[in-house]
């Protein structure tokens, strides 16, 4: 059973990816409305607008970089050790066609689902609750990241339709 602070960071973290409970429409930092964590806001979007370059990054880049980050934390939460990362690697992503996007959001999906399942089992000490707050608040940078990103890649959309 989880002790209150860490049954409130699971929390936390569900609503980062998941959006507010439903039908409780309560929540600490995302919008109530559903569909309003990452993966609500990655619904619908295509290959092809995850390829657009915002600011000289992609939706795709950030979204494999929340995955490679939570993968990390994921291999430390199982093995005991953080493995060796190449963070610049994790930013390489621009073009990717619907099959790479589909796999690149499922992998992040996987590994959102080992961190949930993993809460149960971790042997909570400060140095893992320390990396799994970390990996909230990274979570929760790159949720707005993603909805800015897709903010401005549908301004483009729109003002592309008008002048064609």
């Not at 092809?48 to 370059?53: L, Q, Y």
């Not at 609750?129 to 940078?141: D, M, V, W």
Request: aromatic fraction near 10%.
């Amino acid at each position: 059973m989880l002790n209150p602070l860490e049954a409130s960071v699971k929390k936390l973290i569900k609503e980062a990816f998941e959006g507010p409970p439903i039908p409780i429409k309560e929540s600490w930092f995302t919008n109530t409305e559903p569909n309003s964590g990452i993966f609500g806001a990655l619904n619908g979007v295509s290959a092809e607008e995850a390829s657009i370059s915002v600011y000289d990054v992609t939706l795709a880049a950030h979204v494999d970089h929340l995955r490679y980050h939570m993968w990390g934390t994921n291999e430390l939460l199982t093995t005991g050790t953080y493995p060796k990362m190449n963070w610049g690697k994790s930013w390489e992503i621009n073009v990717v066609n619907e099959l790479q996007w589909n796999r690149i959001q499922q992998e992040l999906r996987d590994e959102y689902f080992r961190i949930v399942e993993a809460f149960e089992f971790i042997s909570w000490n400060e140095y893992l609750a320390n990396e799994i707050i970390g990996s909230l608040a990274h979570s929760t940078y790159h949720l707005g990241a993603i909805r800015q990103i897709l903010k401005v890649i549908k301004r483009r959309e729109t003002s592309h339709n008008r002048t064609n």
